[in-house]
């Protein structure tokens, strides 16, 4: 519960599940007998409570700890606490037996189910409310059914779990411990108990026994958050439960004792399911979200471990897994989400099942799988059973690389339409296997699943509604209740007879639902629906038996429901309905932002509609008590409106339902809980502040009164600096508004979630109607706060008027109740309240609460499709109906059925008036044209009439044309209004006009400018042309290709890339490591300085350091130097070339060789095998052709531009041409005509030459167009002479051209213009002169200029010729160039060609190819993979024969230790050599033999056993007996305990190396093991390639079946027969020439290369025999070297010595350093000792000083004692005097007396005592043990003084202070 940590008024004083381990000193099975004495609660006053509930424990907090530990975590702590000192009375207690529970032992179920929660001191009665019956089911879990016999069913309820009684229909319930929910159940193989697994924190699992249901045992910590899932196995002596988020722990339970045998974590994601294996207990398997996982449990040292191997999809792709099976053989069978079966072996899947055909075992997830009697049963949410044969599925294998294996069921049962299984439950009922079947779309199914003669078909025996529970009322008039939900149903339930009445479906899901109130029908059977397309369904529940029965029909259903009416007023999902008080007016909200309003009658008649700022989320009509009936409206984005109901009346609903003029009143809501925890904050801390103040007063007030005087000068405390307050926060998006109700008239009370959720806001609206709403910034008015709502909203607000009762529904499915002392809600009246968690924590949020019309029953519903009916105050109440009235049907109500909507795209209410209204005005508007036409038509008839009559009229009567034309003015008007008119058009259609162009562009783009013209260009005298080549626009991609580097460059690329990252980081990186190995060195120096600070050391500990050092450096300079030896030594063998050796170069040389001396074998040949680079693929079979097909484009764009070139060349060539005609025209006109020579003929362009003109275009062109398409209608012809057609003529020839002329061409066009003009003028100036009669030298000067036109006319002439005649060389040279290239393109057509056939072959054979290359690499990469590890597994192997070895050195050296130690003839010898012998057993020793005798030993380790080891064994064998723990007499005890530590060390050489020798028999294993794997890889790989070479054999013979053509001149031609060219040339090969030359003078170099190589060989020969000779020498010139060596360390040391050893040889420098520390403590003790003696001198001093003042005081009380006495004793004399008289012998005196002399004594003795007290403590080793015999029980002595002159007796005792409490009196402050 939400509140379970707040104090709570409870029939048990401990809060549930916090129950402790039970003591099982209570009750077992017996129920009525008393706890035993020692099970009493302790001394701290907690009191148990009188029930068999466990104890609790005195820390909870280690006792969850305990728990949540493993098991040998508890061993553990058991240990440190046996070994940990405990008081003496402890110690002689008996050591604590763990118990046992006992089989009998129970708990309580009062003790254990979660209560409502009460607030203290609030009267309200803790069985307020009491659950009645539960009509909903959670069937959207994947597991929430189960059976335990043939007639109990059981299911969770949110925190419930409901046992249904199928015969009887009655349920009972058992709620959860925790109140946070439960979930899962399962049962036991037995049936005889059940588990729940609950929710909440630290959720408890506990089991119940069936049918007692009494709480059996309550399993705790096994994970944090809830439980997912449980399952017993087998046996059912184990429990296995799995958590959910955070943890996902799988823990394994011993169940009956309450105990964690073993736990992990089950994966990092969700997980749906863990199950035993029925086959073999110690395995388990999980899945869930994208995962499987197999588990094994193995039992260790330690206890029992899970070990999981998580399953591998490989090739399938990842699927969420809800369903499975584990066979008894170790596999699995699981589901996927697409319907298919995997078959799981090893963690990985073996197959994939499916039906013929590959379709899937089952259209949908598989929800669930079976092992029955030998058959697999799967379970699919597609609504089939399915029975496979177990034996064929668990043989199956794949039988192709897909990976799929089609299997048929035997037996299929489909259970229904719209039917999702998720879950099936078997039960035995008399006999009779019975399935009970959970659907998730809202039922339970009785299954028969036997597929007999005699099987029964699938029975339905309960439904509900599947999902949530969109909405929920009840009758107003009766015990009914109507749900509604996205199921598209509508459903009735009767609460009395718990029982559902009747059901209705529609095409939607239902969103909201209300009852008619009273007022509308006093009947109540009127319901009104809103679904979530925007519909509204009025609904009729009717009692079916009140209609006619007609003739043969009997009525026996209990209700009916009927269609009454249907409306569309939306055009989302309707989400509020609310009745006016009155019944007139009925309003609905939507998503669409609309709220509408309708006439409440016979038929519901829509008003009008207002559009509201944010989507709907409630309506509430104002009470009775409000004067005006205003509509509160909630939106779910903060705003609030008020609206007053609007009247059918004053509505104008001609065009529209939008009602514009209703009145308004706008609030937005305005966060304010930043500020409202804001001012918490401060006055949390002025509260601080004030109780700081406070309490200094207090002191001050204190100090005075004690009369010190407190100095108000002295400087106040510094204040310590507070925390900034948090700033104040407003959420972005404003917080959803969940619910709210009217207050007040204008005012209202609102529940918000999201950030602003804990608070009821008060709100009120402005009276500021004027501003805009969107700018609108209000806050409420009041808040009240509601206790641990932060995180858990109020989304539902019920009143119980007549109880004075607030039911409020919260988002966590908990139920508050509030009284409600007053109407009014306020702070106080909030703060008491009743609790109780009903629907699921999780997502089980209530969605409605209803209160029964006689204010007796409650009912709730929730998003967790759970519906709870509840007693209020009244559980044992019997009431006298037994079921609810169902309302009569209407008179009229079979006469027609009512039209249904059942299009969800159907037009809303609005839609339907826009559309007519639209519809209307068109049909107004095509009426209106049509009789304009009509018009204009009869206008141009009379017109055409007036035109004929005109023309049969005579010619001088005729009118003309014009005249028929109206005045030009209005002409002139009317285009002025049309231009304006197409300027307006043109502004509006500016952008489609954008459009367009823009799709003409690229429609240009794409299809004319990416298209080469196909130019012609003509020779200008002869007929010769040549034309381009067309060409399309070469894509980008080809070029892109083209230019793409090759694999191998790319690579090289990288690889440089890399290294130049390499090089770029390298300096950094060794940089940072000398920066950071600096700073190391540079924090070792600091320590270093700082202990010499520290430890204060001696010069000599100083030298002793710098001795060691000195020693250690000059040992590791020899090592240095005899490691560098060996290593050039190592480095010499290793250069030191094999047998078998090659010279590298010589390799490389005949590699190349053979690479580059050509394979010249026919590719028809069957030995020819691909060389790797002429492999062919696909990809680079493309290539080939895309890199052709660019060179093929390249050179004929090459050839094209020189044509073009040409062309343009002719061009100017033309234009020249024409200058020099004009120019040549000039001067023939000054020559006579029979001088002029015949112009030559300006060439002109062919329009081939320049077909991009055709594109173009001008206005000519587009009115000749227009023209002719307007030719085609006669009406059209007619017109053509009318003014506006030659108006349009003219306009359209003033337009200018619409083509882009060329300014250069407007130019060119404008200077033979000029030149004809000078021209004239000249001309006319010649005809002037003419006329005159000219002189001689004018006459001269004619003949002068005649002579000079004549040459320039030839000049020109000539000029023109010859621009003509190159020009066509020109052409003739491209043209030939042409030609040549036409048969280069050929060539490479065919080669295309040919290529392309290639292509298809290869695409054919692309697949195979693929799957034998795939192959072969995945095979050469497991190889690499293995031979790495076996690499690994050698190095491992050897550094283990080195670790033998070495240990094997360590024991030989021990035995010659132990030798030496003996010396000679040392008579126990032998006794010593049996104990270094002796065998010990060790705890680890037989298991460590026994996995030893498993494994082979190599025989060098065999070889390498000492014979000291067989002693050792024959030794063994002895049976002689000895004592080795006692030495014998004579022997040298110090030889002994050598002996002893010898063979403690023999000991742990042995056992490190028989840990050794394991280590590598294991790895010996592995290495063998794997080895055969790669043995086996390599062979498969051998095939593999095998078959790949022979694929691409095969594939070079398809190719080589193609025909390739190749054109041959007659010369090239060299294959003759007979000196003939012969007819067939099939046996002919063809070889470039150059190939051909290569291979002739290839043959003469390998001669020449040959007789080289034997001169080479010869010359090796000599040589190697004479470095043979050489070595001879070098062997016997060692030989000799190494006997005199011999010889000299004979003769001066007597044996041969290792002077590697003797140079290496150094101290022990770690004996040393412990040396050299051993004297630096000494140093700091001695130090230390020092100053504790000065410390207890200083201390007995003072000790010294105190006793004596105390002495001085014992004196001084004394003597002060001795006056006393003797006062006294005057006193008593004076006395006697007054009684002289009667003196005589009294007894009382004589007692007195002797009593007082005794006491002297004793006084004396103490006096004693005290001096020797005093001389103990004067001396150093104290005087503990002494004063300890001194001391007395209640820690003060009595002492009597006496007087050493024998002084008079005193008369009484006083108390005196031993030296204990002054002592202890001097540590007082």
């Not at 955070?246 to 105990?259: A, F, M, N």
């Not at 005045?967 to 049309?978: A, V, W």
């Amino acid at each position: 519960m939400a509140d379970e940590g707040k104090n709570t008024k409870r029939s048990s004083s401990r809060p549930p599940g916090k129950e402790d381990v039970p003591s099982f000193r209570r009750e077992h099975e017996g129920a009525d007998e008393k706890p035993a004495e020692g099970a009493q609660a302790d001394d701290s006053g907690v009191q148990e409570s009188k029930t068999s509930f466990p104890k609790e424990s005195p820390a909870p907090e280690e006792q969850e700890e305990e728990v949540e530990s493993d098991t040998e975590s508890i061993e553990g702590d058991l240990e440190e606490c046996d070994n940990s000192e405990v008081p003496t009375e402890a110690q002689k207690r008996p050591e604590k037996v763990e118990e046992k529970i006992p089989e009998a032992f129970f708990y309580k179920y009062e003790d254990i189910y979660s209560r409502p929660f009460v607030t203290d001191d609030s009267g309200i009665p803790i069985n307020l409310l009491t659950l009645k019956h539960s009509f909903g089911y959670d069937c959207t879990r994947n597991v929430n059914l189960l059976m335990m016999d043939s007639q109990t069913l059981l299911y969770i309820a949110g925190n419930q779990v409901v046992l249904q009684d199928l015969k009887t229909k009655s349920q009972s319930y058992l709620r959860s411990s925790s109140g946070g929910g439960i979930g899962f159940i399962t049962a036991h193989p037995t049936k005889q108990y059940f588990a729940v697994g609950e929710k909440g924190k630290k959720p408890n699992l506990i089991i119940y026994e069936y049918p007692s249901l009494r709480p059996y045992r309550i399993l705790r910590g096994g994970t944090e958050e809830a439980y997912v899932f449980g399952d017993f196995n087998h046996a059912g002596t184990l429990l296995a439960s799995v958590g959910s988020s955070p943890d996902y722990t799988l823990t394994i339970w011993d169940w009956k004792q309450e105990k964690i045998v073993s736990r992990s974590k089950a994966f990092s994601q969700d997980v749906y399911k863990v199950t035993f294996s029925a086959g073999n207990e110690e395995q388990l398997t999980t899945s869930g979200a994208g995962h499987i996982r197999f588990w094994k449990m193995a039992l260790t040292f330690t206890g029992l471990k899970l070990q999981g191997a998580l399953g591998r999809f490989g090739k399938t792709a990842v699927t969420d897994i809800i369903g499975y099976v584990a066979l008894p053989d170790g596999k699995v069978i699981s589901g996927t989400e697409w319907g298919n079966l995997l078959l799981w072996e090893g963690g990985l899947i073996k197959v994939e099942l499916c039906r013929a055909g590959h379709k899937p075992c089952h259209s949908g997830p598989v929800s669930q799988l079976v092992l029955d009697e030998g058959e697999l049963v799967t379970v699919g949410k597609d609504g089939f059973i399915r029975v496979w044969n177990f034996e064929i599925i668990d043989a199956a294998d794949s039988v192709d690389d897909t990976g799929l294996l089609e299997v048929e069921p035997m037996n299929e049962l489909h259970v229904g339409r719209n039917v999702s299984l998720s879950f099936m439950s078997k039960v035995h009922d008399s006999g009779q296997p019975v399935w009970y079947a959970q659907d998730t779309n809202g039922a339970i199914w009785k299954l028969d699943l036997t597929f007999s003669n005699v099987t029964r078909d699938p029975e339905c025996l309960y439904t509900f509604h599947s999902g949530r529970i969109e909405a929920m009322s009840v009758s107003p008039v009766t015990h009914l209740m109507a749900t509604t939900a996205l199921d598209r149903s509508v459903r009735i339930y009767d609460f009395i007879s718990n029982s559902q009445l009747s059901e209705i479906k529609f095409k939607q899901g239902g969103t909201v639902l209300t009852w008619a109130p009273c007022v509308v029908n006093p009947e109540g059977g009127l319901i009104a629906v809103g679904f979530e397309d925007g519909v509204v369904r009025i609904i009729e529940v009717y009692d079916p038996k009140g209609l006619p029965v007609l003739a043969g029909q009997t009525n026996t259903e209990n209700a009916e429901i009927s269609l009454k009416q249907a409306f569309k007023p939306h055009a989302a999902a309707v989400t509020a309905l609310a009745y006016e008080r009155n019944g007139d007016v009925l309003a609905t909200g939507s998503k669409d932002k609309t709220v509408f309003f309708f006439a409440v009658g016979d038929k519901y008649e829509p008003i009008g509609f207002i559009c509201v700022p944010g989507p709907v989320q409630a309506l509430q009509w104002s009470p009775p008590s409000h004067v005006k009936r205003t509509l509160l409206i909630l939106c779910e984005n903060g705003f609030v409106l008020q609206v007053p109901a609007p009247s059918p009346e004053e509505q104008d609903t001609v065009s529209t339902y939008q009602i514009k003029n209703l009145p308004t009143q706008y609030f937005r809501f305005c966060s304010i809980k930043s500020r409202i925890k804001l001012e918490e904050e401060i006055a949390l801390r002025e509260k601080k502040k004030q109780e700081k103040e406070k309490a200094k007063l207090e002191w001050i007030k204190q100090q005075q009164e004690m009369g010190k005087e407190v100095k108000e000068e002295e400087p106040e405390e510094e204040p310590e600096e507070e925390e900034p307050l948090p700033p104040l926060y407003i959420p972005e998006e404003p917080s959803p508004i969940l619910c709210g109700f009217y207050s007040a008239p204008g005012k209202f009370l609102l529940s918000l979630g999201g950030y602003d959720s804990g608070f009821l806001y008060h709100c009120e609206f402005s009276h500021d109607l004027q501003e805009d709403p969107e700018n609108r910034k209000d806050e409420p008015f009041e808040v009240i706060p509601i206790e641990d709502t932060d995180d858990n909203p109020i989304h539902q607000i019920s009143f119980c008027p007549s109880r004075l009762l607030m039911f409020c529904g919260m988002q966590n499915g908990a139920l508050r109740v509030y009284p409600l002392q007053d109407k009014d809600l306020s702070v106080n009246t909030l703060k008491e309240y009743w609790c109780l968690n009903v629907h699921d924590n999780d997502y089980g949020q209530i969605r409605g609460i209803c209160s029964s019309h006689d204010d007796r029953f409650l009912i709730t519903c929730g998003g967790d499709g759970n519906i709870f009916a509840f007693n209020i105050l009244s559980p044992e109440d019997v009431h006298k109906e037994l079921k609810a009235k169902i309302p009569s049907p209407r008179s009229d109500l079979e006469k027609k059925a009512t039209e249904d909507i059942e299009d969800p795209n159907a037009y809303n209410i609005e839609e339907v008036k826009q559309k007519k209204d639209y519809e209307r005005i068109m049909k107004e508007a095509e009426e209106k044209k049509h009789k304009k036409r009509e018009e204009l038509i009869a206008l141009r008839h009379e017109f055409l009439f007036l035109l004929q009559k005109n023309q049969e009229l005579p010619e001088h009567m005729q009118l003309h044309r014009e005249q028929f034309e109206m005045d030009p003015r209005f002409s002139e008007e009317l285009n002025r209004q049309t231009a304006q008119r197409i300027q307006l058009v043109q502004k509006e259609l500016a952008w489609e006009h954008e459009k367009h162009l823009i799709g003409l562009q690229k429609l240009r783009n794409q299809f004319r400018d990416s298209l080469a013209f196909d130019t012609v260009v003509h020779a200008i005298q002869s007929n010769h042309q040549i034309s381009t080549y067309r060409l399309p626009a070469m894509s980008e991609e080809c070029y892109q290709d083209k230019e793409r580097p090759s694999w191998k460059r790319t690579v090289l690329e990288q690889a440089r890339k890399q290294a130049e990252n390499r090089e770029i980081v390298t300096p950094e990186t060794r940089h940072m490591h000398r920066a950071n190995d600096t700073g190391i060195f540079e924090g070792e120096a600091e320590k270093l300085k700082t202990s010499e600070v520290r430890k204060p050391t001696t010069h000599y500990i100083e030298r002793k350091h710098e001795q060691i050092r000195k020693i250690v450096e000059k040992s590791d300079t020899m090592k240095a130097k005899i490691m560098k030896r060996k290593a050039e030594w190592d480095e010499l063998y290793k250069s030191k070339p094999s047998g078998d050796y090659e010279n590298p170069k010589d390799v490389e040389d005949i590699k190349e060789a053979q690479e580059n001396m050509g394979c010249y074998m026919l590719k028809t040949a069957t030995n020819y095998r691909v060389p790797e680079h002429r492999l062919m693929n696909t990809e680079k079979k493309l290539m080939q052709l895309k890199s052709l097909e660019v060179l093929i484009h390249k050179r004929k764009v090459n050839m094209n531009k020189e044509i073009m070139s040409l062309r343009d060349l002719k061009v100017s060539i033309i234009d020249e041409i024409k200058c020099l005609v004009q120019e040549l025209k000039s001067i023939q006109a000054a020559l006579d005509s029979s001088e002029c020579l015949p112009l030559p003929l300006i060439p002109q362009l062919h329009p081939d030459e320049v077909p991009e003109k055709k594109l173009e275009y001008d206005s000519d062109i587009l009115l000749k167009f227009k023209e002719e398409q307007e030719a085609k209608a006669k009406l059209q012809e007619e017109l053509e002479r009318s003014p506006s057609a030659h108006a349009f003529r003219y306009e359209c020839l003033r337009a200018p051209s619409i083509k882009k002329i060329d300014p250069m061409a407007l130019a060119a066009a404008a200077q033979p213009m000029k030149t004809v003009s000078s021209v004239l003028t000249e001309l006319q100036n010649v005809f002037e002169i003419e006329k005159a009669e000219p002189t001689e030298m004018e006459l001269e000067i004619l003949k002068r200029e005649k002579i000079k036109n004549l040459y320039l006319q030839e000049t020109l002439i000539k000029k023109i010729n010859a621009l003509v005649i190159n020009f066509d060389a020109e052409l003739c040279f491209l043209r030939h160039k042409k030609l040549k290239l036409d048969v280069q393109m050929k060539s490479a057509d065919l080669r295309y060609m040919t290529w392309y056939e290639e292509l298809l072959i290869l695409k054919n054979l692309e697949k195979q190819e693929n799957l034998l290359q795939g192959r072969v690499s995945a095979l050469i990469s497991e190889q690499e993979a293995m031979q790495s590890k076996l690499n690994s597994y050698l190095a491992q192997m050897e550094d283990r024969k080195d670790e033998i070895v070495k240990l094997q050195e360590c024991e030989k050296a021990l035995y010659a230790n132990f030798q030496a130690s003996l010396g000679e003839n040392n008579e126990f010898s032998h006794f010593l050599t049996k104990v270094l012998k002796k065998k010990i057993n060790w705890v680890e020793k037989k298991e460590v033999e026994r996995e030893a005798d498993e494994e082979d030993e190599d025989e060098e380790e065999n070889a390498e056993e000492s014979s000291l080891g067989t002693d050792e064994e024959n030794s063994g064998s002895e049976d002689e007996v000895f004592d080795d723990s006692v030495c014998p007499k004579n022997c040298n005890e110090a030889l002994f305990r050598h002996t002893i530590q010898l063979r403690q060390k023999r000991l742990d050489i042995e056992k490190a190396l028989r840990e050794k020798k394991n280590v590598a028999a294991n790895l010996r294993k592995k290495y063998n093991a794997l080895a055969k794997k790669a043995k086996v890889v390599e062979t498969s790989l051998d095939t593999a390639d095998g078959e790949l070479e022979t694929f691409q054999w095969e594939k070079q013979q398809r190719l080589n079946e193609l025909y390739v053509v190749v054109p041959l001149k007659l010369h090239q031609v060299e294959y003759l027969v007979n000196g003939e060219m012969p007819s067939d040339f099939s046996q002919a090969l063809v070889f470039t020439r150059q190939s051909l030359q290569y291979l002739q003078k290839r043959i003469v170099d390998l001669r020449n290369e040959k007789i080289m190589q034997r001169g080479i060989y010869k010359k090796a020969q000599e040589q190697h025999k004479q470095l043979v000779r050489e070595k001879k020498e070098m062997e016997i010139e060692i030989r000799r070297l190494e006997e005199k060596c011999n010889h000299l360390m004979m003769k001066k040391f007597g044996r041969l010595v290792d002077f590697e050893a003797v140079q290496a040889h150094s101290v022990n420098i770690r004996m040393e350093e412990l040396k050299v520390q051993i004297m630096e403590k000494e140093y700091v003790h001695s130090q230390e000792l020092k100053e504790w003696e000065e410390r207890i001198l200083d201390l007995q001093q003072q000790l010294m000083k105190l006793t004596k003042e105390n002495t001085s005081k014992l004196q001084q009380l004394n003597q002060f004692c001795l006056e006393k006495q003797q006062l006294e004793t005057k006193l008593d004399s004076l006395k006697n005097d007054l009684g002289v008289e009667f003196r005589g012998t009294r007894t009382t005196d004589i007692k007195e007396k002797v009593r007082l002399e005794s006491r002297l004594k004793h006084m004396v003795r103490d006096t004693a005592l005290l001096k020797e007290e005093i001389n103990l403590l004067s001396r150093k080793d104290g005087c503990l043990r002494d004063l300890a015999l001194l001391s007395r029980k209640d820690g003060c002595r009595l002492l009597q003084p006496s007087s050493l002159q024998g002084s008079q007796t005193p008369t009484e005792s006083f108390p005196l202070l031993t030296l204990e409490t002054v002592t202890n009196s001097t540590s007082l402050p």
